[in-house]
């Protein structure tokens, strides 16, 4: 089995690496990726960088490049849904892109032709996670994760993300991840802890909370690793 872990900060997978230990490290388009040796299994770690363009990239290379069969996101969200607080686990069933608008055209909002506005990330890598979430006594919401290229530090704009999409949590590349597994065949989850709550102090949360929710993300994805690959 080959696996792809991504972070787009290096906040989100600093953890990872340290309890993996032993590493490469090979360069793809200005990016690392961390090959980690476990048996017969490989996993490839790389943080993409923020926004959706870079978190395309870096999917794309961990399936096409280094043959990645599964993908699993972990990093920290905004979270949208009020039943979220910060620390808190989200796992995206469906994710979509907030920002993208062709209602000029008649189109629904966040919907590409040929596309669609929501993609389901894999039950069975969703079930995995729901599985050590129950074991290990964790709270872990299921819900939808919207994505867009700005971070969201504001009331009106976080209830419009709700409004529009029902969205649990915002952040700024899973539906990247999910659009390009989703067109590649390739699974994929996407985990997040939260950070802050998208609004007027998002910004103060976010600095104060980052590491220890990314951590929080990442000792759990490790975990999911250890199942995966068992
Ligand atoms: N990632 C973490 N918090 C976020 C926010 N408020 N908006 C977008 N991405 C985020």
């Known amino acids: 089995m080959t696996l792809g872990i991504i ?4 906040e989100e997978i600093t ?5 993996f230990g032993d590493y490469e490290t090979k360069q793809v388009g200005g990016n690392n990726y961390y090959e ?15 926004g959706k363009v870079h978190a395309a990239l870096t999917a794309s290379t961990m399936i096409l490049h280094f043959g990645c069969e599964k993908i699993i996101f972990s990093g920290v969200a905004g979270g949208l849904s009020t039943d979220l607080k910060v620390g808190d686990l989200v796992l995206g069933t469906k994710l979509c892109q907030y920002d993208v608008d062709i209602t000029a055209f008649g189109h629904p909002l966040g919907f590409i032709p040929e596309s669609k506005v929501f993609i389901e990330s894999d039950s069975a890598l969703n079930a995995v996670a729901s599985d050590i979430a129950k074991a290990q006594g964790i709270k872990l919401k299921q819900g939808i994760i919207a994505s867009g290229d700005a971070f969201i530090a504001d009331s009106a704009k976080k209830q419009w993300i709700i409004t529009h999409f029902g969205a649990d949590a915002v952040e700024m590349e899973g539906a990247a991840v999910a659009v390009v597994c989703d067109l590649l065949k390739v699974p ?3 985990l997040r802890s939260i950070s802050d709550s998208a609004d007027g102090s998002a910004d103060v949360s ?9 951590k929080r993300s990442a000792d759990f994805v490790i975990m999911m690793c250890e ?3 068992k």
């Open 15 to 19: 953890p990872l690496l340290e309890r």
């Open 206 to 214: 976010f600095d104060e909370f980052l590491e220890s929710s990314a």
């Open 7 to 10: 972070g787009a900060m290096v």
């Open 36 to 50: 980690i040796k476990k048996g017969k299994h490989r996993i490839y770690v790389a943080y993409s960088k923020i």
């Open 188 to 190: 994929f989850c996407i």
């Open 227 to 229: 199942q995966i690959l």
